[in-house]
């Protein structure tokens, strides 16, 4: 089983940068399928990008395309999120996940194991 850990959480106004991480520990992932979503007190939880094993496959939802770049470091089972030009919409817990689908494309359902979350605020 993998654990995931997320850091780089915080408070930024908008405008602002940040760069989460997540380190995985229990097994290597980098067969693995890896995502960020964010979940906001009183909404559902969002999907933000994924990114695939070898990196070559990107998805990012509409509302951070262009803003927000997930990467991976295979080697250090690592895989963060850059987020720029944040928004006070970009406010919840951000959480890791990774699935072990393979051969299709993990839909949001598929992802298996999850962070504990950490959390950004961003003020207007």
């Known amino acids: 089983q993998v654990q995931l850990v997320e850091s780089g959480g915080g408070m930024v106004q908008a405008g602002g940068s940040l760069r989460l991480s997540c380190a995985a520990s229990g097994r290597s992932f980098s067969r693995d399928a890896m995502a960020w979503f964010r979940r906001d007190p009183g909404r559902e939880r969002e999907f933000v990008a994924s990114?695939?094993?070898?990196?070559?496959?990107?998805y990012y939802s509409d509302s951070v395309k262009g803003r927000f770049t997930i990467s991976r470091d295979n080697t250090k089972n690592t895989v963060s999120l850059q987020m720029n030009s944040l928004e006070p919409e970009d406010t919840a817990v951000y959480y890791c996940a990774g699935s072990t689908r393979r051969g299709l494309w993990p839909s949001n359902d598929d992802y298996e194991y999850w962070g504990q979350g950490t959390q950004v605020t961003v003020s207007s």
């Open positions: 990114i695939g094993w070898g990196s070559a496959i990107k």
